[in-house]
């Protein structure tokens, strides 16, 4: 059946440093991955979403690029602050969302 | 950008007793989801719902549950009789369209159920 799975459970880093979290997918149908942000006590809300391969695609200093041969959408940052320390799910949607376990990011000072 | 919003923010009631969460989804949008977040956990789905009727729902979706949009008001869940184990918040998301590729679903800001 279909899957998302993200590898990290808690990335801890230091305000700064890049960030990198994993995300692999499994589907029987097109591929359309996102990324979702949940900040404490607040709604999941889009960061990013893609649907073309090898296609890099960036919002708020995120990026992604969906490589369809290794069934992967990892979200990358050059550079960490504070105020990205939240919960982001990898997650793909076929009429209705599947999202994975989830990553908590903390960046420390 | 577009809102969804849930009223109550937070509910609290006594195990056995019937509980009505209600959503305002975004004025166009046509489908609309039931997810659930126990403290810590994941975020799970629970339900989707379109044109009147409930498209597909989870294991976690038990008889108790019930769902329904009466004559394009809120967007309700209904649990009658609560358990314990519904304690959770409970997100409400709508989007504009369905079988859903590419469609972005907004999400409320969630109802904190407690269950004593």
């Known amino acids: 059946g279909d899957s998302v799975t993200q590898t990290e459970g808690l990335v801890t880093l230091t305000e700064g440093l890049p960030v990198m979290l994993n995300c692999t997918y499994q589907?029987?149908?097109?591929?359309?991955l996102f990324w979702y942000v949940q900040h404490l006590n607040e709604a999941p809300k889009l960061l990013l979403k893609?649907?073309?391969?090898?296609k890099r695609t960036e919002h708020q200093g995120f990026h992604a690029t969906l490589h369809k041969s290794s069934s992967s959408f990892h979200l990358q940052k050059s550079s960490a602050q504070l105020s990205d320390s939240a919960l982001y799910y990898c997650?793909?949607?076929?009429?209705?969302?599947?999202f994975g376990d989830g990553t908590q990011l903390v960046v420390k000072p | 950008g577009p809102k969804v919003l849930q009223i109550p923010s937070h509910q609290i009631i006594d195990m056995g007793q019937m509980v009505t969460l209600n959503c305002d989804p975004v004025?166009?949008?046509?489908?609309f989801y039931w997810y659930k977040q126990i403290l810590g956990q994941q975020m799970e789905f629970l339900v989707n719902?379109?044109?009147?009727?409930?498209?597909?729902k989870s294991k976690l979706f038990k008889d108790q549950f019930s769902v329904e949009r009466p004559d394009g008001s809120y967007f309700t869940l209904k649990i009658q009789p609560t358990a314990l184990e519904d304690s959770a918040v409970y997100f409400c998301?709508?989007?504009?369209?369905?079988?859903?590729?590419?469609?972005?679903?907004?999400f409320g800001p969630g109802t904190r159920l407690t269950v004593l």
């Open positions: 998301a709508s989007s504009p369209l369905g079988l859903g590729v590419y469609a972005e679903q907004f």
């Open positions: 589907t029987a149908y097109s591929t359309f």
């Open positions: 893609s649907s073309t391969d090898n």
């Open positions: 997650a793909y949607n076929n009429n209705r969302i599947f």
């Open positions: 004025s166009n949008h046509l489908y």
């Open positions: 719902f379109y044109n009147g009727k409930v498209m597909e």
